[in-house]
């Protein structure tokens, strides 16, 4: 049972855009939602994250939407540039107290790839 | 600041071998986890430890084991290797407990099992 399930799998933009990455999951316990993204032969590396208490966050061209009642997140990248085109993971974990806390769950991943 | 290191970088074995991977954490980072990624898909927990003890374990079967050091340095051992244990073993480091959702990786090891 995949619990986060992430959309588009693959996904091609002009420089300018913005692409948009949704993800969702069905474990009521998760209360942290981090993006990651991760270049070819590198570990992936946190870009923004957001607790359920807030239904968006922004950090300089990164912007994650939450919906709680929907169980649906997604990022957003503004003014999209061609150093952008990576692989992104959106992920899913407890916090303390509950148990786990140091599981996080991914989604299978979008490679993007924004054209100049 | 040097962040999560791993060793070693890329390495081949054949089926029915050990192999053993090893992590740095960040300083002063004392939860250390580790994650399997197989090639088009998302990484894959395979076990958490903080303070040497272990506190969380995923869905692998027990030819997998870790250890975590004093130092806080952790060891991921694979045993029997498979063809499907060929992966991208992922190390994450947390600063603790109560923080160990907020997690950074390292660059991986590259494991091929032929």
């Known amino acids: 049972q995949q619990q986060v399930k992430q959309s588009p799998q693959s996904l091609i933009v002009q420089k300018g855009g913005i692409p948009i990455i949704n993800c969702a999951y069905e474990?009521?316990?998760?209360?942290?939602f981090p993006w990651y993204q991760q270049f070819p032969g590198k570990g992936p590396a946190l870009l923004i994250a957001i607790r359920p208490d807030v239904s968006e966050k922004k950090e300089g061209r990164f912007t994650i939407s939450f919906n709680k009642s929907a169980k649906q997140f997604s990022l957003h990248i503004m003014d999209s540039q061609p150093g952008d085109s990576a692989t992104y993971f959106c992920a899913a974990s407890p916090i303390p107290p509950r148990t786990n806390a140091g599981k996080s769950t991914f989604g299978d991943g979008t490679t993007l790839t924004v054209k100049p | 600041d040097a962040g999560v290191t791993q060793s070693p970088t890329h390495l081949i074995k054949t089926r029915g071998q050990q192999v053993t991977l090893r992590c740095s954490p960040i300083s002063g980072h004392k939860s250390v986890s580790w994650y399997q990624q197989v090639l088009g898909q998302g990484p894959q927990f395979i076990f958490q430890?903080?303070?040497?003890?272990?506190?969380g374990r995923g869905n692998f079967p027990d030819r997998f084991s870790a250890r975590q050091f004093p130092n806080y340095s952790s060891e991921l051992n694979v045993n029997a290797l498979l063809l499907g244990d060929s992966a991208l073993y992922l190390c994450a480091s947390s600063l603790g407990l109560d923080t160990s959702y907020e997690q950074y990786f390292g660059p991986g090891t590259r494991l091929t099992v032929t």
């Open positions: 430890y903080y303070e040497k003890e272990e506190r």
């Open positions: 474990n009521t316990a998760f209360d942290y």
